[in-house]
């Protein structure tokens, strides 16, 4: 084996500077007990996605307040929207998944 691939195996990274994570005295930190809500107005909400991934608006932070509202009121209609056609695609898979076992539990019998 090359010396490069010792140096990788171990972490030296070629003898450079170890990088330390910042002390925790250095974030400003927020407590919560796991009941409790969060709001995170400064990241907008939460956008779902057609193919059921998660994303926000990049931009939410350059809109005004009325802009802000009016994004905000469209997309909790197209969330609940999408979210339903989700869940319904998803209900549809398992039913097929369990015709399936059926069938085949069925003609495993005969």
């Known amino acids: 084996m090359s010396s490069a691939g010792k140096d990788s195996e171990s972490g030296s990274g070629g003898g ?3 990088l330390a994570l ?9 407590s ?17 996605n057609s193919d059921g991934t998660l994303s926000r608006i990049a931009n ?3 809109m005004t307040k009325k802009e802000q509202e009016t994004t905000y009121r469209v997309l909790v209609k ?15 898979e398992k039913d097929q998944q369990k015709r399936k076992e059926k069938e085949h539990g069925t003609a495993s019998e005969t």
């Open 16 to 18: 450079g500077p170890v």
């Open 22 to 30: 910042p002390a925790p005295s250095d974030y400003k930190t927020t």
């Open 32 to 48: 919560m007990t796991v009941d409790q809500g969060m709001k995170m107005d400064k990241l907008g909400p939460i956008v779902i």
């Open 60 to 62: 939410w932070h350059k």
């Open 78 to 92: 197209r969330n609940n929207h999408r979210r339903a056609a989700l869940l319904k695609r998803q209900q549809e």
